[in-house]
T-cell receptor, first 111, second 114 residues
């Protein structure tokens, strides 16, 4: 049982380049999330999807877009990467109040 | 808005010492409370949870009790091991939300020395 799978694990981008982070879960969860983790700031919610076909902004959505492709997959896109987007990105999924399950993370560096 | 505050780290302990990591929260409504653990280079793992006042969550020797009167959910372990070295996050979700989106504290780094 893979849980939540993210790709890629590492990425280096130049300022202005675009990329898509992929996420898939096999737990049949309705809700999926994208967080970013920065030193001393915990995890902050970028976007989330309460169910297939819906997406909503979180705390720090600027510079990102998301797509809930189906119940399993939730992708995060950076259209024009900036150094401020250097971070570790985590995808997660959950059912309501049960607690979320996280992927292994994508370490992104924008130079 | 809702928020979570954790004690600042790093916390450095000797093996077999008693651990307490403080966590307090501010929330409208009645949140569910969680502790997550992150080992170096890995994602977050759910350690324990509590969904209503006076509930005690426990797992792997760790415990935390949901205290509504003090809005706290402190993490404790009676005897830590070197393998417990990690970053610990306290988090909440607001009851009644149709999602499980989490609000995190800033994390507390625990280092256990042999």
């Amino acid at each position: 049982n893979a849980g939540v799978t993210q790709t890629p694990k590492f990425q280096v981008l130049k300022t202005g380049q675009s990329m898509t982070l992929q996420c898939a879960q096999d737990m049949n969860h309705n809700s999926m999330y994208w967080y970013r983790q920065d030193p001393g700031m915990g995890l902050r919610l970028i976007y989330y999807s309460a169910s297939e076909g819906t997406t909503d902004k979180g705390e720090v959505p600027n510079g990102y877009n998301v797509s809930r492709l189906n119940k399993r997959e939730f992708s995060l896109r950076l259209e024009s990467a900036a150094p401020s987007q250097t971070s570790v990105y985590f995808c997660a999924s959950s059912e309501a109040q049960g607690g979320a399950f996280f992927g292994q993370g994508t370490r992104l560096t924008v130079v | 808005g809702d928020s979570v505050t954790q004690m600042e780290g790093p916390v450095t302990l000797s093996e077999e010492a008693f651990l307490t990591i403080n966590c307090t929260y501010t929330a409208t409504g009645y949140p569910s409370l969680f502790w997550y653990v992150q080992y170096p280079g890995e994602g977050l793992q759910l350690l324990l949870k509590a969904t209503k006042a006076d509930d005690k969550g426990s797992n792997k020797g760790f415990e935390a009790t949901y205290r509504k009167e003090t809005t706290s959910f402190h993490l404790e372990k009676g005897s830590v091991q070197v393998s417990d070295s990690a970053v610990y996050f306290c988090a909440l979700t607001t009851r009644g939300s149709n999602t499980g989106k989490l609000i995190f504290g800033q994390g507390t780094t625990l280092q256990v020395k042999p």
